[in-house]
């Protein structure tokens, strides 16, 4: 390294000892500077107050929006779905615990909820309930016809014994 000194109009040579010098004098000032300053900005920071809101809006052509965009096999049968499940989004499930769909707590398979409650799994959102059944549909229920899912769906998803005629009628 060199460095030009103006009064002799030539280079000079710098020392591995000026140079190691320089550099941590340059990198200290950087530093407190920077840790200061960063002090500084987090004291201001903390004294904003914040509100947060959640966007927990909710119609139903939000929860269809939804559905589709999940990209879910048979949007319409789980539209249905919800408004079965849901009471017409007016269940205390719902209300409580932001489960349009009637959803148990997952015990073998990825899952949204955060915890259980009257039985049924807990959501932060109603869109989360939704990702969830996403999940649960690609975890049991892929490539199914239309036909093949509705039957799959009385099997094992529904208690009630004319949940099928149901879905179909809220499809029609």
């Not at 016809?145 to 005629?165: N, P, R």
Request: one cysteine or more; a positive charge.
């Amino acid at each position: 390294m060199y460095r030009y000194d103006k009064e002799s109009l030539q280079f000079k040579k710098i020392s591995l000892r000026q140079y190691v010098l320089g550099f941590l004098v340059i990198g200290f000032l950087f530093s407190s500077l920077g840790f200061t300053g960063a002090i500084k900005f987090n004291n201001f920071v903390e004294k904003i107050p914040v509100i947060i809101r959640l966007n927990n809006s909710f119609t139903p052509e939000e929860v269809r929006e939804e559905i589709v965009k999940l990209n879910l096999d048979h949007p319409d049968v789980v539209y249905a779905q919800c408004l079965i499940e849901s009471g017409n989004f007016t269940s205390n499930i719902f209300k409580n615990n932001n489960n349009c769909l009637g959803m148990k707590l997952a015990k073998s398979r990825p899952t949204t909820a955060v915890g259980e409650d009257f039985g049924h799994a807990k959501y932060k959102s109603w869109q989360d309930c939704i990702r969830d059944y996403a999940l649960w549909q690609a975890s049991y229920a892929r490539n199914l016809s239309k036909q093949e899912y509705l039957q799959f769906l009385g099997q094992i998803y529904a208690e009630d014994g004319s949940y099928i005629v149901k879905l179909k009628q809220k499809i029609n």
